[in-house]
């Protein structure tokens, strides 16, 4: 209690259990404060006339119920202390306290102090989530002039700067894509003619497939199928290659 000397309001809420003590417990409170000392019952303790925020001191000589936490908490100034006494050994009022929006409870003996936060109840602050945005020239700057960087000509071989060529390329004037027209005239309908007479049939007429995936394409075969790189087919259709895939790459 010498703890609270030099505080300027004080509510002492009493309940049924000390009324015959009463006066002389706010008497030796305000003895002890050097103020005078308003007093309040725990059961009008909702219909007080007190306004918000007007005390820095809430003395109760029991717990309260937890349906009066709320409105002591309004009562008490920001920062104010709530004091309370005979509080039972196996009680868990310290954790009901912080779920009712009290800070730093204090346990001493049989007796427990808590405070208000040092905000109103119902207050609010701005805040700026703005970001500054960043420049760009220093995000992207190289501290170390001597910082070793890679020549992009070195990515190429001589093999990708060689030009493809131009015959690979023909496409037909009149479908603008690598198929011929019904009249061609400009050797494009030959060139695809000798290309279909250069694949090699693949006989698959005793493919056997025990996964049952090796007929539908590489998207379903499995790593070690001997049909891999083959395109989807029918069993006992012939699968026609060009004769340059049939040749080792080594």
Known sequence: MENF???KSCLYIWSQDDSKILEENVNKLSDIIGTKTAVENIDRLSQTAH???????????????TTSYEVILKLLKPGGKLFL????????????????GFVN??????????EKPNYEVGSS?????AKKTPDVAAVWKIDNDEEETIDPDELLDEEDKVLPDPESLRVCGTTGKKKACKNCSCGLAEELEAEKKNKTPVD????KSSCGSCYLGDAFRCSTCPYLGMP????GEKVELAG??????I
Do not use: M, R, Y
């Open 232 to 235: 989807a087919f029918k069993p």
């Open 51 to 65: 306004p918000n925020s007007s005390f820095e001191l809430v003395f109760l000589s029991s717990v309260p119920p």
């Open 204 to 207: 698959t007429a005793n493919a």
């Open 85 to 100: 006494q005979n509080v039972p050994e196996t009680s868990n009022v310290a954790a009901e306290l912080k779920l009712q």
């Open 5 to 7: 000397k030099g505080l």
């Open 125 to 129: 602050v701005k805040l700026s989530f």
């Open 105 to 114: 409870p204090s346990v001493s003996e049989n007796s427990i102090t808590s």
């Open 244 to 249: 340059n895939l049939l040749k080792s790459d």
